[in-house]
């Protein structure tokens, strides 16, 4: 059932995205009376349509159908979609039609900067869909994070290994100072940092960053747990210690008689004493208890603890709308650095390049509205950004000829367009064979 609904949101979310990607071309070729011959979902390999318009029982069902002169619909390779534009090299690789005469209804024969915003409509449309979920998160769930002032670290064998403590304040990265705890991994791959500013136990110490680890930092999650101090917020109901006397705000300080400065840190004791009862050091205010406490079966006692820095914001949707804005660029400012170390192989993050498969894991096993509108926004954005690179086959490559063309004043011929855009797409076959063997490796480990 896991693995049906996470597989549903998948097709779900592409569905949407090419939809709103290729309606994006669609409506500028219309809107500058361009012929466009077919609109799919999707990719109909060797003519095989799970739905058409021409198809005999839909041209019965709708006469008026016959007479449309775009083709819609729903091809059965779920690898993307496409908006066939009469008059342009596309990835069909259709020259046949290119030989006739240019006629003033195609691309070909349209001015460059209306072939620009043709090719540019894709992406742009991919932009407006990020802004337009974001301002609708804003205005319905509004924004929450965890504050890095004031919190702790708890770390991994990696960090631990490039010099971070548990209970290290992170300060600044570089000259940079981080404002949400759920992106300081992020944060330390993506800005180049050299230098990490920590605050561990009253004194600032400086850690240099290796440059050549980032490639680890990148594909090695959980660098940075919340570390959260084992302070007492509420007894669970039906807890085992709902006797025992434990109040809010009493400091749990050591178990077993081993200290506990945060709850990471008596996980594995508790483990240790599953189903059985463990002695434990209590801090209130200026008394010191001693409690025999009741672990669970699965090593748990039962309490709440305080979680600290958590910063919530509610918008309106005057204010939601500068918010999603807001979020949309820093969003795909994320992306961009994201892209950049990619492309640098000392940092080895081609490694996290990803395929449906890495797609379909980030996706909850449970429908969330939240978090399914949350990924939609962030694909789309990388939906966008992706198509933005000047590779021939993408809309970028396009861009940049139409660009070209405007300043110059001078034309690439078809034979040169058909040659750049059979390299573009054996750039785009080997960077998806690099991302599904990815996922391959990562499924194997």
């Given at each position: 059932?896991?693995?049906?609904?996470?597989?549903?949101?998948?097709?779900?979310?592409?569905?949407?995205?090419?939809?709103?990607?290729?309606?994006?071309?669609?409506?500028?070729?219309?809107?500058?009376?361009?012929?466009?011959?077919?609109?799919?979902?999707?990719?109909?390999f060797g003519g095989v349509k799970l739905f058409s318009t021409r198809a005999p029982w839909f041209v019965r069902l709708f006469p008026k159908a016959a007479q449309w002169e775009t083709?819609?619909?729903?091809?059965?390779?779920?690898?993307?979609?496409?908006?066939?534009?009469?008059g342009m090299v596309d990835e069909s690789m259709d020259l046949e039609s290119l030989k006739g005469e240019p006629q003033p209804w195609e691309f070909r024969t349209k001015p460059a900067?209306?072939?620009?915003?043709?090719?540019?409509?894709?992406?742009?449309?991919?932009?407006?869909?990020?802004?337009?979920?974001?301002?609708?998160?804003?205005?319905?769930?509004?924004?929450?994070?965890?504050?890095?002032?004031?919190?702790?670290?708890?770390?991994?064998?990696?960090?631990?290994?490039?010099?971070?403590?548990?209970?290290?304040?992170?300060?600044?990265?570089?000259?940079?100072?981080?404002?949400?705890?759920?992106?300081?991994?992020?944060?330390?791959?993506?800005?180049?940092?050299?230098?990490?500013?920590?605050?561990?136990?009253?004194?600032?110490?400086?850690?240099?960053?290796?440059?050549?680890?980032?490639?680890?930092?990148?594909?090695?999650?959980?660098?940075?747990?919340?570390?959260?101090?084992?302070?007492?917020?509420?007894?669970?109901?039906?807890?085992?210690?709902?006797?025992?006397?434990?109040?809010?705000?009493?400091?749990?300080?050591?178990?077993?008689?081993?200290?506990?400065?945060?709850?990471?840190?008596?996980?594995?004791?508790?483990?240790?004493?599953a189903g059985g009862t463990v002695p434990a050091l209590v801090l209130r205010e200026a008394d010191t208890l001693r409690m025999d406490l009741q672990v669970d079966s699965t090593g748990?006692?039962?309490?709440?603890?305080?979680?600290?820095?958590?910063?919530?914001?509610?918008?309106?949707?005057?204010?939601?709308?500068?918010?999603?804005?807001?979020?949309?660029?820093?969003?795909?400012?994320?992306?961009?650095?994201?892209?950049?170390?990619?492309?640098?192989?000392?940092?080895?993050?081609?490694?996290?390049?990803?395929?449906?498969?890495?797609?379909?894991?980030?996706?909850?096993?449970?429908?969330?509205?939240?978090?399914?509108?949350?990924?939609?926004?962030?694909?789309?954005?990388?939906?966008?950004?992706?198509?933005?690179?000047?590779?021939?086959?993408?809309?970028?490559?396009?861009?940049?000829?139409?660009?070209?063309?405007?300043?110059?004043?001078?034309?690439?011929?078809?034979?040169?367009?058909?040659?750049?855009?059979?390299?573009?797409?054996?750039?785009?076959?080997?960077?998806?064979?690099?991302?599904?063997?990815?996922?391959?490796?990562?499924?194997?480990?």
């Amino acid at each position: 059932m896991v693995a049906l609904i996470k597989t549903l949101q998948v097709i779900l979310a592409l569905s949407v995205l090419i939809l709103i990607h290729e309606l994006g071309h669609f409506t500028f070729a219309k809107l500058f009376g361009i012929r466009v011959d077919k609109f799919f979902l999707f990719f109909d390999f060797g003519g095989v349509k799970l739905f058409s318009t021409r198809a005999p029982w839909f041209v019965r069902l709708f006469p008026k159908a016959a007479q449309w002169e775009t083709e819609y619909g729903i091809g059965w390779a779920p690898l993307g979609g496409y908006c066939k534009i009469s008059g342009m090299v596309d990835e069909s690789m259709d020259l046949e039609s290119l030989k006739g005469e240019p006629q003033p209804w195609e691309f070909r024969t349209k001015p460059a900067w209306q072939r620009l915003l043709v090719m540019a409509g894709g992406v742009l449309f991919n932009f407006i869909l990020a802004v337009l979920l974001y301002i609708a998160i804003m205005d319905i769930w509004g924004s929450a994070y965890i504050k890095n002032e004031g919190n702790s670290i708890y770390v991994n064998e990696l960090a631990y290994d490039m010099g971070f403590r548990n209970g290290d304040r992170i300060l600044a990265f570089d000259d940079y100072v981080p404002e949400d705890f759920g992106m300081l991994q992020a944060d330390l791959a993506r800005r180049d940092v050299r230098k990490a500013t920590v605050l561990r136990q009253g004194d600032t110490v400086e850690l240099y960053i290796d440059q050549r680890r980032i490639g680890e930092v990148l594909n090695t999650p959980g660098m940075f747990d919340l570390a959260v101090p084992f302070v007492v917020d509420t007894v669970m109901a039906g807890s085992p210690n709902a006797g025992a006397g434990l109040r809010h705000g009493d400091v749990v300080a050591a178990v077993a008689g081993v200290p506990v400065a945060f709850v990471q840190d008596s996980r594995g004791i508790l483990q240790e004493h599953a189903g059985g009862t463990v002695p434990a050091l209590v801090l209130r205010e200026a008394d010191t208890l001693r409690m025999d406490l009741q672990v669970d079966s699965t090593g748990r006692i039962g309490v709440y603890t305080v979680m600290p820095g958590i910063v919530q914001k509610e918008y309106s949707f005057f204010e939601a709308v500068p918010a999603g804005l807001k979020l949309t660029g820093s969003t795909v400012g994320g992306y961009l650095r994201d892209l950049r170390l990619v492309a640098s192989p000392r940092t080895e993050a081609y490694k996290s390049v990803g395929s449906f498969i890495a797609i379909g894991q980030v996706f909850p096993s449970a429908w969330d509205w939240y978090r399914f509108i949350n990924l939609l926004a962030l694909l789309s954005i990388m939906l966008g950004v992706m198509n933005l690179l000047p590779i021939p086959a993408l809309d970028g490559g396009h861009i940049v000829f139409c660009l070209y063309e405007i300043i110059t004043r001078r034309k690439p011929s078809q034979r040169f367009m058909a040659v750049a855009q059979t390299i573009g797409m054996a750039l785009l076959l080997l960077l998806m064979f690099l991302a599904f063997g990815n996922d391959i490796g990562r499924l194997i480990h």
